[in-house]
């Protein structure tokens, strides 16, 4: 099961600090239609949005859209309406997800966090059940 309706594959990636490994996997999958989102605190976001738009011209098929504020739960038809193969949301909107995750990625932030944290993140990430 795809992470949304439409069938594009879903990545999910905690913790991606600058955007290294979504510039990565577009680099090599420029022509797929596949869903990257990245949740991080807000100015890592920033960070990463900045990073993303100005390192290759492959972001010019690649929209990407940065979520601020709300508290409403982000669903499959939110990320259609979106339009967007790169979103990036905060850290403070991961438990509004509300969609499928083919693939959860996750390279150190993990390590950092404090236990509570990780009860969270770990709580939501089995309700989701990414497929890895």
Not at 41 to 63: D, G, H
Not at 98 to 121: C, H, P, Q, R
Request: charged letters at 20%; proline letters at 4%.
């Amino acid at each position: 099961m795809s992470g949304c309706d439409s069938g594009r594959p879903v990545i999910l990636e905690i913790g991606a600090g600058y955007g290294g490994a979504c510039f990565f996997f577009h680099r090599g999958t420029a022509d797929k239609k596949t869903r990257y989102i990245i949740v991080d605190l807000e100015p890592v976001l920033i960070i990463a949005l900045y990073f993303l738009q100005m390192s290759s011209s492959w972001l010019t098929r690649k929209p990407i859209i940065l979520l601020i504020g709300g508290s409403d739960a982000i669903t499959a038809l939110d990320l259609e309406r979106f339009n967007a193969d790169i979103i990036l949301i905060p850290r403070h909107l991961f438990h509004t997800i509300d969609f499928g995750v083919d693939i959860l990625y996750n390279s150190n932030s993990f390590s950092e966090m404090e236990k509570a944290e990780l009860e969270m993140y770990w709580d939501k990430i089995n309700r989701m059940q990414p497929k890895f």
